[in-house]
């Protein structure tokens, strides 16, 4: 039987898919590529990129002599993906719906249409890896070779049917090697500037964006004596850590010299949606911040089971780096299954809705949902 396979790969017109298609054209594959197109509410509007990206896409396919077939999986994203999205920013946390999007789209909705026109395997311009552990036999989810670009914290819910059918080629390189590849194979978005933000929202103030589908009730901003300090505009709006936008900006530390001092920067610390009040502190490393533990429930493990319970580490947030912490399974009210983390140093900002990931060195293991995190004590006053 050939080892050469038809692989289908997501093309998204960025840099990274183009050259994931280049390198499993040269390994012999057959590869086609698709475009997803997940997002169609203004489609035709300054922000939504869809159009050029589709556009540029193409032109890979043609300077790479392979397929490309455009997929429209907009009711499936608005479905799984951006309802979810609203409800949880509604709810008063803060989401990550690129990682539900891999989840529920681009490793559901695309793995089963590619499947269908025949594929052995999909492949994305993701950089992480997939290896097959020889003793075990299962499927793991590994970082990317590139530290500064590693993506496996978004594909951590990944699971091994899904892990078994994919192939992330990049994974191997560093970024700097992947836009060399494009250069030197003249593909024409070799330059093109890497996409930043969430893919509905594109470039635009993501305020503007949650106005349409969120209603405001204004409120209270409150620093730790209870004193008020400003309105803010909606508790939806704001997220754990948040310094920009507070419109408190001119407000001195307690107990500044009259006339000097600086103005230490505010950022949000709580969100207390029973009485729609946003609790703002002083300073970067104020205790309100600081967690030294965390609560996670929708629990999703790349290996099908939980770890052992035992010493690993963990990121709250992507970019983050690796953070020791001890795992501990955690029985939750309504019978699911969950997880506590308890780190040697208390982590910043730890924001429910977002997911904590667990690594064991450079295998990750998959994560949860961050439901809940207690924060470090007040010191004496």
Known sequence: M???KRVVVGLS???????????????????????????????????CSSNIDFVDAAAVADVLGIEIEHVN??????????????REYQAGRTPNPDILCNAEIKFKSFLDHAMRVGAEKIATGHYA????????????????????????????????????KTLFPVGELHKTEVRRIAEEIGLPN???????????????????????????EPGPIKDPTGRTIGKH????FYTLGQRQGLGIGGIKAKG????????????????????NTLWVVQGHDHPWLLSPQLQATDVSWCAGQ????????????????????????????????????????????????????????????????????????????
């Open 73 to 86: 999986f907009a009711a499936d994203y608005k479905d799984r993906v951006f309802s979810e999205f609203v």
């Open 306 to 381: 939980a770890p052992a319970a035992g010493a690993y580490a963990a990121k709250t947030r992507y970019r983050q780096t690796d953070a020791p912490c001890s795992l501990q399974a955690l029985g939750t009210a309504d019978g699911s299954s969950g997880f506590e983390l308890s780190f040697s140093d208390p982590q910043w900002a730890v924001t429910p809705g977002q997911s904590a990931v667990i690594y064991d060195g450079e295998v990750c293991l998959g994560g949860g949902v961050i439901h809940s995190a207690s924060a470090c004590p007040n010191p004496a006053t």
């Open 190 to 216: 070799a330059k093109k500037k890497d996409s930043t933000g969430i893919c509905f929202i594109g470039e635009r103030p993501f305020r503007e964006f949650l106005n349409r589908y969120i209603s405001k």
């Open 129 to 164: 890896r997939v290896r097959q552990n020889t003793v075990s036999g299962l499927f793991e989810l590994l970082k990317g070779l590139d530290p500064s670009k590693d993506q496996s914290y978004f594909l951590h819910r990944l699971n091994q049917a899904q892990l078994s």
């Open 13 to 47: 017109g960025g840099v990274d898919s183009a050259v994931t298609a280049h390198l499993l054209k040269q390994q012999g594959h057959e590869v086609i590529g698709i475009f997803m197109k997940n997002w169609e509410d203004d489609d035709d509007s300054e922000y």
């Open 256 to 275: 500044a010299q009259r006339g000097g001092g600086e103005h230490i920067p505010w950022f949000v610390a709580r969100k207390d949606l029973p009485n």
């Open 233 to 236: 505009v909606g508790l939806s």
């Open 2 to 4: 050939s080892k050469f």
